[in-house]
């Protein structure tokens, strides 16, 4: 089967700098993508990494380890509005299928 | 300039109706997808059209039947509701089917509640 785990919750403060992790097991690897999601709201799109590395993408980044079966998204300069629920998700091939870690709530605190 | 859109926004009907959700996008996008969300957040795909062909089918029970009339819109019929399958329901679409990962863009979602 399929699993992606992530932490179920992280607390950071205003200003901080806070790492969450995912790691996987799938049938299929085409790449890790983060969404976010509002209480309430859609998912959207954050980042996405096909290869090895750091993908930088404002005050967002994105790393991946295929070796490891590991990625993570870093949040630097936190801010209120950071709060929500974030998800890698693994495209396991097939029709761009995405399959969804089971999500961190991030809370940010003043 | 809404690019994926669903309604209705809130469902509520009772145990063995009938209901369908409809979904559209403006994006010019060939693929769409119906996701489930769970009470526990979890988010997994149920189907995916590729130019109104169906190319994703989970394992999910035939009461639900998805429908393509065109690429731009992908409507999902569940007969028979049941109270499990009280959720957020979640249309996406993405440009193109291909064995890299292209963004998927998500409606607004319907949440879907059985009594």
């Known amino acids: 089967g399929q699993s992606l785990e992530q932490p179920s919750e992280v607390t950071a403060v205003e200003g901080a700098i806070v790492q969450i992790n995912c790691t996987y097991q799938?049938?299929?690897?085409?790449?890790l993508s983060w969404y976010q999601q509002h209480d309430g709201g859609a998912p959207t799109f954050l980042s996405y990494?096909?290869?090895?590395g750091l993908e930088e993408t404002g005050r967002f980044s994105s790393f991946l380890s295929r070796s490891d079966s590991y990625g993570y998204l870093l949040l630097q300069e936190l801010q209120m509005k950071d709060s929500a629920s974030y998800f890698c998700a693994v495209n396991t091939g097939g029709g761009n299928k995405l399959t969804f870690g089971t999500g961190t709530q991030l809370k940010v605190e003043l | 300039d809404t690019a994926v859109s669903q309604t209705p926004k809130y469902l509520v009907t009772q145990m063995g109706n009938d209901k369908s959700i409809k979904c559209e996008q403006n994006l010019g996008h060939d693929t769409m997808y119906w996701y489930k969300q769970d009470s526990k957040k979890f988010l997994k795909i149920m189907f995916s059209?590729?130019?109104?062909?169906?190319?994703i089918n989970e394992t999910v029970p035939n009461r639900f039947s998805p429908k393509s009339p065109d690429k731009a819109h992908l409507n999902l019929h569940i007969n028979s509701l049941e109270l499990g399958d009280s959720a957020v329901y979640f249309c996406?679409?993405?440009?193109?089917?291909?064995?890299?990962?292209?963004?998927?863009?998500f409606g607004p979602g319907t949440r879907l509640t059985v009594l």
């Open positions: 996406a679409s993405s440009q193109r089917t291909s064995m890299s990962t292209d963004t998927q863009y």
């Open positions: 799938t049938s299929g690897f085409y790449g």
């Open positions: 059209y590729n130019n109104k062909e169906l190319i």
């Open positions: 990494n096909g290869l090895d």
